[in-house]
């Protein structure tokens, strides 16, 4: 009796969850590089791309670039952009913390 309880709870939920669906999606997969992008119709987007930085050596490491978006509960627009690279992830947004000026 339990199962079909949180069966059918389950099933609800599923019912009652919002249809998303995707807009847009690109990529371009190569060698030394890659880009993406992804839209769906809740409002979140993402893009990307990277490049393989000192190919052949013991430097070789992937640099990226990009940024996402989503609608938050309070209904606004929150964009984040970022650089991922040999200095960390390096993320910059309007609604995000800044470090003091040492």
């Known amino acids: ?3 079909a309880i949180v069966l059918f709870a389950l ?13 847009r999606s690109d990529s371009n997969v190569g060698i030394d590089n890659y ?3 992804v839209e769906t119709s809740d409002g979140t987007s ?3 791309e990277g490049v393989l930085k000192n ?6 490491a992937i640099s990226t670039h990009g940024s996402f ?7 606004q627009t929150y964009t984040v952009t970022y650089v991922a690279d040999e200095n960390g992830f390096q ?12």
């Open 1 to 3: 009796m339990k199962f």
């Open 11 to 23: 099933f609800a939920v599923a019912l009652a969850a919002p249809t998303v669906e995707v807009l």
């Open 35 to 37: 880009s993406y992008a």
């Open 46 to 48: 993402k893009s990307e």
């Open 55 to 60: 190919a052949g050596t013991e430097l070789e």
């Open 69 to 75: 978006s989503y609608v938050g509960p309070d209904g």
């Open 91 to 102: 993320p910059q947004g309007a609604h995000l913390p800044v470090a003091p000026v040492a």
